[in-house]
């Protein structure tokens, strides 16, 4: 009886429980809970350690904390490492801290777009719609098969690896490289 009443509780709990813990996502090894934003919920990944390292070095902490909505393409450390040997390092130095934030808030969209966002834009605009990034440049996002890539002003392809990370503020969709502004 004792057994049936606790397993009872225990159902009842997690009929009420949140729908936090039902959207919460792993990323880079840690929990992205949706209830913290962009910012608290990044310094944990460890596959965005660069990532962080280059908004903090570029000033958008503040920015990318604040009530938004956004939606983040963040770029993972390994499409970092695409990167031609020394960029990162250069552009964290402060006299780069003008391209450093062109090309971090490139990669930032105003608004909170879920993929199903995305799929439907796409879908609408016959295989492929434009985003206005928060740095004034033009992304485009395409589909093949049953997966999203967002080509760059240069040329560039980014897949979306994994979808609708919610924040608090926003959105992120991780991304396997860095997207570059004309």
Do not use: C, R
């Not at 209830?35 to 310094?43: F, G, H, L, P, Y």
């Not at 596959?47 to 902490?61: P, S, Y």
């Amino acid at each position: 009886m004792k057994n049936l009443i606790i397993s009872a509780f225990a159902l009842v709990a997690i009929a009420i429980a949140p729908n936090t813990f039902a959207q919460t996502k792993m990323v880079g090894g840690a929990a992205m809970y949706p209830t913290k934003n962009i910012v608290e919920n990044a310094v944990n990944s460890k596959d965005h350690t660069t990532l962080v390292a280059a908004v903090k070095a570029a000033g958008l902490v503040e920015t990318l904390s604040s009530a938004g909505p956004f939606t983040v393409f963040a770029p993972t450390n390994e499409a970092f490492d695409k990167l031609p040997k020394g960029t990162v390092e250069t552009l964290v130095k402060p006299e780069n801290k003008a391209t450093l934030t062109k090309i971090l808030t490139y990669h930032v969209v105003a608004g909170k777009l879920s993929a199903a966002d995305l799929w439907a834009k796409v879908k609408t605009g016959m295989g492929k719609t434009e985003l206005t990034t928060v740095q004034g440049g033009k992304l485009w996002v395409k589909a093949k098969g049953k997966k999203l890539y967002l080509v760059d002003e240069k040329g560039g392809k980014s897949w979306i690896t994994i979808a609708d990370v919610n924040q608090s503020n926003g959105v992120i969709h991780v991304v396997n490289t860095v997207l570059m502004p004309k």
